[in-house]
T-cell receptor, first 120, second 114 residues
């Protein structure tokens, strides 16, 4: 069964510090997809990034970067020079491609989330 | 383009009642998924529909049901409400039902059961 672990329940940093959010996953499938979502206080989940299991290239988007390492089953997220607007709950999620259903999925499996607080 | 929309925004019900939540996907998306998020937890998968057929179901009791309409909008029904059903119900839409398809979420319906 698939599982996503976000061990950091809450992180608090001062604005402009760098911060890394950890995500460790478990899956028996060889084809799977990893996602990060941001949930601000309003409650709506905002999509940040998708990664497939065959692409281990790190990705950078502005102040955001992601480090995917299959050897440690981790998909960590770093915010550089954090800002108050980055304050939110961040979720890591996993989707397995079920070969018997033609690559269909059975929903996203989410971690419990990391509450990131950026203090001014 | 409009994102995923959900109605109502908030709902208060009493135990034993039933509730219907509605979702309209992003234009062009044919798949809708439903998730339940209780306070302090990550969303839990309830159902996925694609082309009006159920394509996936999470570990929820039969009190939970859903359907998808020809215009790809969807309804989630919950019968015989329990206090534990109080949660944020999130709808997500995607192009298809494949694992590779990114799911885009709506603002959610916050259900309170008294």
């Amino acid at each position: 069964a698939q599982k996503v672990t976000q061990a950091q329940t809450e992180i608090s940093v001062v604005e402009k510090e760098d911060v890394t959010l950890d995500c460790v996953y478990e899956t028996r499938d060889t084809t799977y997809y990893l996602f990060w979502y941001k949930q601000p206080p309003s409650g709506e989940l905002v999509f940040l990034i998708r990664r497939n299991s065959f692409d281990e290239q790190n990705e950078i988007s502005g102040r955001y970067s992601w480090n995917f390492q299959k050897s440690t089953s981790s998909f960590n997220f770093t915010i550089t020079a954090s800002q108050v607007v980055d304050s939110a709950v961040y979720f890591c999620a996993l989707s397995e491609a079920q070969e018997y259903s033609g690559g269909g999925a059975d929903g996203l499996t989410f971690g419990k989330g990391t509450h990131l607080i950026i203090q001014p | 383009d409009a994102g995923v929309t959900q109605s109502p925004t908030h709902l208060i019900k009493t135990r034993g009642q039933h509730v219907t939540l509605r979702c309209s996907p992003i234009s062009g998306h044919k798949s809708v998924s439903w998730y339940q998020q209780v306070l302090g937890q990550g969303p839990q998968f309830i159902f996925q529909y694609y082309e009006k057929e159920e394509r996936g179901r999470g570990n929820f009791p039969d009190r939970f049901s859903a359907r998808q309409f020809p215009n790809y909008s969807s309804e989630l029904n919950v019968n015989a409400l329990l206090l534990g059903d109080s949660a944020l119900y999130l709808c997500a839409s995607s192009l298809e039902h494949k694992a590779r398809d990114t799911q885009y979420f709506g603002p959610g319906t916050r259900l309170t059961v008294l």
